[in-house]
């Protein structure tokens, strides 16, 4: 695999939704403006912020403007990408980070402060209302600040692209700073790792970088390969490292053997007391240590490989699980809850006689299932179940999985996650939606079913068209692997084995590569299929027949494993 340098792109909302009365928050003491009432008044302040910049630009720096006019408000709407580049753009303009002097935009602030209060107030409390696509670039906004925000959403690679993110802006006419605001956001935190021991690396890393405005770039010792490709290959191979049964992390690490937890259910925290008072401390470590994991990759959009359950991030949000203890326990751990499901039954019985003897004959006492040292009362190992006590015991053992048990680790894991950003900000999203944003689409699930689903992800260039035969017989062979196969030739392409929220950005662009073997049949003299991670760009070779198109391309997916290398 080879990887280049790197490339930026995103997905964003291309059309501004309706407008609707909002619910405001009270004015705060001291504001003599009036609260606006609904968020088109983020357009008027737009409107009304450029003219301002543009006369300070004009009289203070001496630069030429595009045709010599002021933009009318008419032309701003116009060029307005939508609302919350809008909102980022005054955040900017307020936070003096245009390099010129701006003393007339300052009752402008006092302005803003309002609007921008009532805007964070909508998407953290009415989230429904306003669509994902905004919400992710309003979490970007509190995340990265503004400035960066706005250039993550630039639909093209920033080489060269200060032209289109000022007309995307609205700012056409302003030529020289927005160059500035592209040199800005190419600087990126270099970072070295090890493969062999990532882990303890990433550890390390995240304990430095935590708070680090700067997007991470990692590289690996001894590879050259550097950008996109090799920083979404170390999520990845963080998320596995993760799931190791040594580390104690989740639920069913002493159910099986194995070097990591399977899980079939998802991910999810063991109780704590299930772990030996001198162990404690360490896992809580490494559970901060995950929430700084989770929060980089968040604030990176950085698809990880991680098959946690989706309860678990009802936790994450510091929200209560929905649904009935007994449910959700059966989601978590089904076993567990046909275990307590029988003790109802028996509580039920209309024979109070014959249910106490039953509960009496299963010998159990206050403990929890399967961990004996673990008491779910006061000397709860001596506390024998009967009949009377049989409904309590079936709550706490629920509330010790669900709830009591693993609060400490939800703690020390949301720490590591405000080491990054402010937890708060998380709420703008429903737990569906964050497990979407941080997990993509589900492992066991085939990331392409149809050549249709395929087709709308590949861009042929450069020899290539739709109908050429080697496109097409690359379609074949892809929707006819397995679940697992795809994973790895999506890991192949993109550093990551999971489709992210939207799908590939950039999309896959398939070239032609080797003209010069042309005509030539033997399998020996046609080179593997090679691949530029950063910019999703697969270079194929004309092969003679779709199997061997399938026999070099796993080859090369099998080889390329472990090594980002220059080609």
């Known amino acids: 695999r080879a990887s280049g340098g790197v490339a930026t792109s995103s997905s964003s909302s291309s059309s501004s939704p309706g407008v609707v009365p909002f619910p405001i928050p009270p004015p705060r003491s001291g504001r003599h403006h009036p609260v606006p009432e609904r968020l088109e008044t983020v357009l008027k302040l737009?409107?009304?912020?450029?003219?301002?910049?543009?006369a300070v630009i004009a009289g203070g720096s001496g630069k030429e403007q595009r045709g010599g006019d002021t933009p009318g408000a008419e032309d701003v709407n116009e060029t307005l990408h939508d609302q919350a580049l809008c909102s980022a753009l005054i955040h900017d303009l307020h936070g003096n980070t245009l390099p010129i002097a701006m003393p007339c935009m300052r009752p402008l602030a006092d302005i803003y402060g309002d609007c921008r209060r009532t805007a964070r107030h909508v998407a953290q409390n009415h989230p429904a209302l306003v669509p994902l696509a905004l919400r992710i670039q309003h979490f970007d906004t509190m995340a990265y600040g503004a400035r960066l925000a706005m250039l993550r959403h630039v639909q093209c690679p920033l080489g060269g692209t200060a032209s289109a993110l000022r007309s995307m802006i609205g700012l056409a006419w302003l030529r020289s700073s927005g160059g500035m605001w592209v040199r800005h956001v190419q600087k990126k935190q270099k970072c070295a790792v090890s493969r062999e021991n990532?882990?303890?690396?990433?550890?390390?890393?995240?304990?430095?970088?935590?708070?680090n405005p700067l997007p991470l770039d990692v590289y690996f010792h001894g590879e050259?390969?550097?950008?996109?490709?090799?920083?979404?290959?170390?999520?990845?191979?963080?998320?596995?490292?993760?799931?190791?049964?040594?580390?104690?992390?989740?639920?069913?690490?002493?159910?099986?053997?194995g070097e990591y937890v399977h899980n079939p259910n998802g991910l999810f925290p063991e109780v704590i007391a299930c772990y030996p008072p001198a162990a404690r401390a360490r896992v809580l470590q490494r559970y901060t240590f995950f929430g700084r994991f989770l929060g980089r990759a968040l604030r990176e959009w950085k698809v990880l490989d991680l098959p946690l359950h989706p309860l678990f991030f009802h936790l994450l949000l510091g929200r209560p699980i929905t649904g009935t203890p007994s449910a959700s326990l059966a989601q978590i751990e089904p076993a567990y809850e046909r275990g307590l499901a029988h003790i109802e039954a028996l509580l039920a019985l209309p024979d109070q006689g014959d249910a106490a003897a039953q509960i009496e004959a299963l010998e159990m006492d206050f403990t929890l299932p399967g961990a004996p040292g673990v008491e779910l009362i006061p000397n709860g190992a001596d506390t024998p179940l009967t009949y009377?006590?049989?409904?309590?015991?079936?709550?706490?053992?629920?509330?010790?999985?669900?709830?009591?048990?693993?609060?400490?680790?939800?703690?020390?894991?949301?720490?590591?996650?405000?080491?990054?950003?402010?937890?708060?900000?998380?709420q703008i999203f429903s737990p569906d939606e964050l497990h979407m944003l941080l997990c993509g689409k589900n492992a066991h699930q085939r990331v392409w079913e149809t050549a249709q689903q395929l087709n709308g992800d590949i861009i042929c260039n450069h020899g290539y068209s739709r109908t050429s035969a080697p496109v097409l017989q690359l379609i074949d062979v892809v929707v006819e692997m397995t679940a697992e196969e795809q994973r790895h030739f999506l890991s192949f392409i993109s550093g990551s084995p999971r489709m992210p929220l939207g799908g590939?950005?950039?999309?896959?662009?398939?070239?032609?590569?080797?003209?010069?073997?042309?005509?030539?049949?033997?399998?020996?003299d046609v080179p593997l299929p090679s691949v530029n991670t950063c910019f999703h760009y697969l270079k194929l070779p004309p092969y003679p027949s779709k199997a061997v198109l399938r026999e070099k391309l796993l080859t090369a997916i099998n080889d390329g494993r472990g090594s980002f290398d220059l080609s």
């Not at 690396?201 to 970088?209: D, I, P, R, T, W």
């Not at 590939?504 to 020996?524: C, H, M, Q, S, Y």
Request: with cysteine.
């Open 224 to 257: 050259p390969g550097t950008g996109l490709g090799p920083t979404t290959e170390f999520f990845a191979l963080v998320s596995r490292e993760c799931q190791r049964r040594a580390l104690g992390l989740w639920r069913g690490c002493g159910d099986s053997e």
């Open 504 to 524: 590939l950005v950039p999309k896959i662009t398939v070239v032609r590569r080797g003209a010069e073997f042309d005509g030539l049949a033997g399998n020996g």
């Open 198 to 211: 990532v882990l303890h690396c990433a550890e390390v890393l995240l304990h430095k970088h935590a708070s």
């Open 388 to 426: 009377d006590n049989a409904a309590a015991y079936v709550q706490f053992v629920r509330a010790m999985i669900l709830n009591h048990g693993i609060q400490q680790q939800m703690k020390a894991l949301l720490d590591g996650v405000h080491d990054v950003f402010p937890v708060s900000c998380l």
């Open 46 to 54: 737009k409107a009304l912020a450029l003219p301002l910049v543009q």
